[in-house]
């Protein structure tokens, strides 16, 4: 497999590199400030089809795992038995997911359990500062603790009542860490018979301690500034020391346009695995936060530039199962890299504000992340892939990394954990940064989905903002605004760069996009009102091989595929053994799912013939859940033919590796949003067909 052909030895790549991270500035008024500013959480709340799904998912799998899964039921964090790897992040991740989770829906009981995670983690903090159960040099790893500072830092924004308790907690931590990582790195690098971290991932995510760290610099430093700082340099110089600098990975010469058996490759293999691949596009920031160096800018511009050319999927995550590999659509694309994508990009976003950052966040928003979750939230796929023709045991494993060939089927934990505990972040986390705070004390709709934002303006904080967004966003192209103001402010609407210039504020006023792509709204004190109304057609995007993508505004749409969906019994990851009823929801809500086409799959399509339908009034409430094949309002018919198309590996062939031949008679295809399409073919071969009544 590739991880052994890639590996690299922590002494060969220690001898090579230098240590390049040391910072120039002391002083936690010093870092780099955002150019745009995220809303302390609970700040912004859902409304419409966007809190239907949090609704959904809290009702789901995400908000029963408490309840009675085994790596956050039975957690060792919270007194429990059970971890599922010595990185001990399961119920880390889950508390980061189910905070914003919690306190966006204002949800008692996720309240609760959120409150009893925090209480008995801060309550049971060891005599030392550390932060967990584990008691030996050789169980204690950093990398977990980076997961449950982030959940916590969220935690003391959404309720002030905790907010000392958990920065006192916090910076006893910190003085720990600083103080094991000045001991050679102890609890980072892996020394003698330590155990937590063999693989080298938390090596690979050493940025991942800045946000919560340069969190308590801005708000409470406690004269703790230096141990602060220095502790963020020293997980970066660690990381260099192993071979682990994402610098030296981000550059065109050093990133792999493709990576197969035969690809020559010699930098660690945490570059090229898709998670962390996800992570480390937020590492130049991190760094360029304390340095100021705008090299570590331009990077970051960079890397979404490498990505997106080489390894971006069309519906806008990381083409890579475990590890990444080409642009094939039959190939995999793991669940915890579109939620990982979905956090860097929007964090991204608040620094460099370039406007297609913003599509790319709601591209994976509406498009990769939904498609891999059940429509009521209660089961998940570990891999999707753009070309899914079914979603079963294959008879392979031989189409991905280091995954097994359950891995496309939606259940519990159709493959590695990790996904399961991981992807409740997502949606939160997108709606936490959907409004954002401007430089001249003004406010902006960035990610268009429908909701409300409460906030304070102005240097003294005077102005109380009261926004309300009305909008089926993404499913139709309009955003009615309320507003209300103590104070005259900057309301700035975000205008989606497939936006065309028909667009209009009001019904009446072109849009007047700046260069980020804002249009401004004056607004004035007291009550007020404005509207947006998108323009677009759909848009035909050429891939490789003569293939082709069909977007409709932010939606990427897909051959709909009806199948038969038969619910079985979950099974364990590893032994592929039926789950012990202790570990799944004792209702019987928990099942794995094996989906089965009943109609074509296999069709190649004239994209020069395309025409939008509206399945309902654009009037109605949406169908909950929306995620569903059929619920969303708009779908495209588009001129196809069957093709006789090859299945390699259990799965469909790449298109381009063999010869387009028609099996039958031209037809009417239906498209549908990919997101609500669990089986689907969305990167389809394109020919010429004669013209046609698509309303046939």
């Keep these: 497999m590739l991880f052994g052909k890639v590996a690299v030895g922590v002494a060969a790549i220690a001898g090579a590199q230098h240590v390049l991270s040391k910072s120039t500035l002391r002083n936690g008024s010093s870092l780099i400030q955002p150019v745009f500013r995220p809303l302390d959480l609970g700040s912004i709340k859902p409304l419409g089809w966007f809190k239907d799904q949090l609704e959904l998912e809290a009702a789901g799998l995400s908000g029963n795992m408490f309840d009675f899964y085994r790596f956050v039921h039975d957690a060792k964090w919270i007194g429990g038995a059970t971890e599922y790897s010595a990185l001990d992040e399961a119920s880390p991740y889950w508390f980061n997911g189910l905070v914003p989770l919690a306190f966006g829906l204002g949800d008692e009981r996720l309240l609760d359990q959120v409150k009893y995670y925090l209480d008995y983690v801060l309550d049971h903090q060891q005599d030392d500062g550390w932060l967990g159960f584990e008691t030996t040099r050789a169980t204690r790893g950093l990398w977990a603790r980076c997961l449950l500072l982030l959940g916590l830092i969220q935690y003391a924004e959404a309720d002030p009542s905790q907010t000392e308790r958990i920065v006192d907690s916090m910076h006893r931590y910190v003085v720990l860490a600083h103080s094991m990582l000045k001991n050679n790195y102890t609890g980072l690098l892996v020394h003698g018979n330590d155990t937590f971290d063999t693989a080298g991932f938390g090596v690979g995510r050493t940025h991942e301690l800045h946000i919560p760290l340069q969190w308590l610099l801005e708000r409470s430093p406690r004269n703790n500034s230096d141990i602060l700082w220095e502790t963020m340099d020293l997980m970066i110089d660690g990381g260099v020391l192993w071979g682990a600098d994402w610098r030296t990975f981000w550059t065109e010469e050093a990133y792999p346009k493709t990576l197969l058996e035969d690809t020559s490759y010699n930098l660690s293999w945490v ?38 050319k080489y390894h971006r999927s069309t519906p806008g995550t990381i083409l890579a199962d475990e590890y990444i590999a080409d642009l094939n659509p039959s190939r995999g694309a ?21 406007n297609d950052i913003a599509d790319w966040v709601e591209q994976t928003a509406f498009n990769a992340f939904p498609v891999s979750v059940a429509p009521d939230w209660w089961s998940h796929q570990y891999v999707q892939q ?82 309300t967004a009305n909008t089926s966003y993404p499913f139709n192209h309009s955003v009615q605004y309320t507003i209300s103001a103590t104070s005259p402010f900057s309301f700035y609407i975000r205008i989606p760069a497939w936006a065309d210039k028909n667009s209009t504020i009001d019904g009446k006023t072109p849009v007047l996009p700046d260069s980020n792509g804002f249009h401004r709204v004056n607004v004035q004190a007291g009550e007020s009102s404005t509207s947006v109304q998108f323009s677009t057609t759909p848009r035909v995007v050429e891939r490789a091989n003569n293939t082709v993508a069909i977007y409709y505004g932010a939606l990427l749409y897909a051959l709909a595929i009806e199948y038969d969906s038969v619910p079985t019994a979950p099974i364990n990851y590893r032994s592929q053994e039926v789950l012990p009823a202790n570990t799944t929801d004792p209702a019987g809500r928990t099942k794995d799912h094996l989906l089965t086409p009943k109609t074509a799959w296999n069709v190649a399509i004239d994209p020069r013939q395309i025409s939008v339908v509206q399945t309902r009034p654009m009037d109605r409430q949406l169908q909950s859940p929306i995620w569903d094949l059929g619920a969303p309002p708009v779908e495209l018919q588009v001129a196809a033919v069957e093709i006789d198309w090859p299945v390699v590996r259990d799965t469909a062939a790449d298109p381009g590796t063999f010869e387009i031949k028609a099996t039958g008679k031209p037809f009417s295809a239906r498209l549908v949003p990919y997101g609500s399409s669990k089986l689907h073919m969305a990167v389809l071969p394109s020919l010429v067909l004669d013209d046609m009544d698509l309303k046939q």
């Design 334 to 354: 793991e669940l915890c890299i579109a939620a990982e994508i979905m956090f860097s990009t929007a964090y991204i976003y608040q620094f460099l504000g370039d």
């Design 386 to 467: 753009e070309n899914q023709p079914w979603s079963r045991n294959l008879t392979t494993d031989d189409n991905w990394w280091d995954v097994n060939s359950y891995a496309n089927v939606f259940g519990l934990e159709p493959n590695y954990p990790c996904c399961t505990v991981n992807h409740p972040q997502a949606y939160p986390k997108f709606l936490a940064n959907s409004f954002l705070a401007t430089e001249d004390e003004g406010l902006a709709h960035v990610f268009l989905i429908p909701g409300t934002a409460a906030t304070r303006l102005g240097k003294d904080g005077s102005n109380s903002v009261f926004v």
């Design 271 to 308: 570059f090229i695995h898709g998670v962390n691949m996800a992570e480390g596009l937020r590492y130049p920031l991190s760094i360029y936060r304390m340095s100021g160096d705008e090299a570590l800018k331009t990077q970051t511009r960079t890397a979404l530039d490498l990505l997106t």
